[in-house]
């Protein structure tokens, strides 16, 4: 949530995103090719601006899969962001022309853990689906990238997405969104000052990349989409959109619980003076003043919150490897620099000095306030003396009451909240479901035989023993992955504009039943639903899911 880029200056980058000029609805920071170039051509805010997108590469040359995290990246990528290379050289706007053969760069994890940190690894080659890239250069140690939350073990440029596309490649395809896109500012300019000039562009901009292909009122509604910018420091990440809401409500949660533990703490010191006072009432005797026995019960409180803030740095190392684990899948691993950070600390420390100086003022005021005869006499006549109209003791703990409470109201809101998530029905049996992944493409199956092949495993896996259903579908629940088009009806009420956008998946006869979701109306595919039957699709929850 705070850690900055790893690279010069990243308070001066931007992230781009689109947005209806009209409609209230949150930037998109999603762009196709030929929106890109649009950008790149016609923007004049940005010392240095550059796209990439995340992919999966597939490192084996035979065999089994070996998958690496890679990137495709515009070539002004490592310059525009200031990252100097480790070995060789680093990728350049000359790698990034329309039928480039492709080039490399690696990681520094990935040199130092895949090739031993051999100098002799750059200006060799590496097997990326399948094709060769030649390796030109290793970026700089503690540079993981710009999306928090993944690292990428190999970068390439983007005109090598024709090399793994082949015909239908995205670089053509006008409809494909899947580049992201940052920007350095100028010297001088505001983020305010790039939204206007960039709302400025945005009519040629959206002009130059007009899919032709859509519908008319799609073409409308894509020439009323504005570019914006934000600010880009930390980077981007979807870890940060799915968990910055819990991890802010969390953080007030823990503020809580640390403000009843100063309470607690506060009651523990007020009794600890108590049985100073004697000490108290000879320092003052030997001439210490209020000030000066005023400071020495702080620091001590200080000293006491500090050995706390180291404590917890080292449950929070620990605490940190935990989650982390935790929200990562075997499929997506989640990545995360979890070196200690200097803004980190800095709070820490913080924290740890107003802490201790808020659960240490009122017992320090309150045990200097002494009178010298009354602690000579003794408890009795200490006691005689000592006011009680104020007791700081009962506004502690009428405090900590307070606090309590509302934690265990918000507690048992949370638990009703997730015990409604675990009960709620999200329209497949989640149970006992198991997903298995091949891609053909990759696996160099020709065209006009990938959908038997298709047939054929899942023909096996449901062959296997122990499985009682099998299906396949292109999209697969809760995946993070969307295809989306509009649809057209032929009635009177038919959908327009935003309300005609629908959801798609193709998927196989088996699909509904392996997944137990059930057809409320109707009926679901089986073997009447061939390539030379009437095309068919049964709409479920907002879904459209088509045989395939």
Excluded at 77 to 100: E, H, I, S
Aim: glycine letters at 8%.
């Amino acid at each position: 949530m705070l850690r900055l880029l790893p690279v010069q200056k990243p308070e001066e980058l931007v992230l781009l995103a689109r947005t209806h000029a009209l409609l209230e609805s949150d930037p998109t920071p999603s762009f196709t090719n030929a929106l890109w170039e649009e950008v790149r051509d016609h923007q004049d805010v940005f010392s240095g601006v550059f796209s990439w997108s995340d992919s999966k590469f597939d490192l084996s040359r035979g065999g089994a899969v070996r998958q690496a995290n890679g990137i495709f990246t515009s070539g002004n990528y490592f310059r525009t962001l200031g990252v100097p290379p480790a070995a060789g050289r680093l990728m350049a706007a000359a790698d990034d022309q329309p039928g480039c053969p492709g080039v490399a760069v690696l990681s520094y994890g990935f040199w130092q853990d895949h090739f031993g940190a051999a100098e002799g690894a750059v200006g060799g080659t590496i097997s990326l689906d399948h094709h060769i890239f030649q390796i030109v250069g290793v970026s700089a140690p503690g540079f993981y990238g710009v999306e928090i939350g993944q690292n990428f073990d190999v970068a390439v440029p983007v005109c090598a997405a024709a090399i793994f596309d082949g015909k239908e490649s995205r670089l053509e395809h006008r409809s494909w969104w899947w580049l992201r896109i940052i920007g350095r500012r100028k010297p001088g300019i505001s983020v305010e000052q790039i939204n206007a000039r960039l709302g400025v562009i945005s009519p040629e901009v959206f002009a130059g990349a007009l899919p032709p292909d859509w519908d008319p009122q799609g073409k409308k509604d894509f020439l009323k989409l504005r570019l914006v910018s934000s600010p880009a420091a930390t980077g981007t990440s979807y870890l940060r959109r799915r968990f910055g809401e819990p991890l802010h409500i969390l953080m007030a949660v823990v503020g809580l619980v640390l403000l009843i533990a100063c309470a607690n703490i506060a009651s523990l010191m007020l009794a600890r003076g108590a049985a100073r006072n004697k000490e108290i009432a000879v320092r003052k005797a030997l001439g210490a003043t209020r000030a000066r026995l005023i400071r020495q019960l702080l620091t001590e409180c200080i000293l006491l919150s500090s050995a706390g803030a180291v404590l917890g740095i080292l449950f929070a190392r620990w605490g940190n490897a935990l989650l982390v684990h935790y929200i990562s899948t075997g499929r997506n691993p989640v990545f995360l620099d979890l070196s200690l950070d200097g803004r980190v600390l800095a709070f820490t420390a913080s924290v740890a000095v107003l802490t201790g100086t808020l659960f240490g003022v009122l017992p320090a005021l309150r045990s200097t306030k002494v009178s010298l005869s009354a602690a000579m006499k003794g408890q009795q006549a200490e006691e005689s003396e000592r006011r009680v109209r104020f007791r700081p003791g009962r506004c502690i703990v009428a405090f900590q009451v307070a606090l309590s409470l509302v934690l265990l109201v918000t507690a048992g809101l949370f638990l009703r909240s997730f015990v409604k998530l675990v009960t709620l029905d999200i329209g497949f049996d989640r149970n006992n479901v198991l997903v298995v992944n091949a891609n053909l493409k990759t696996a160099k199956v020709p065209r006009e035989r990938r959908l038997a092949v298709y047939q054929d495993i899942e023909n096996r896996l449901r062959a296997l023993s122990g499985v009682v259903a099998a299906g396949r579908s292109v999209m697969t629940p809760i995946s993070g992955y969307e295809w989306n088009d509009r649809i057209h009806v032929d009635s009177r009420n038919a959908p327009t504009g935003e309300a005609s956008l629908c959801y798609f998946n193709y998927v196989s006869p088996g699909y509904f039943g392996t997944m137990r979701s059930p057809i409320l109306t109707g009926r679901g595919f089986d073997a009447r639903d061939t390539s030379t039957a009437t095309s068919v699709a049964p709409p479920t929850a907002g879904n459209f899911f088509c045989h395939h």
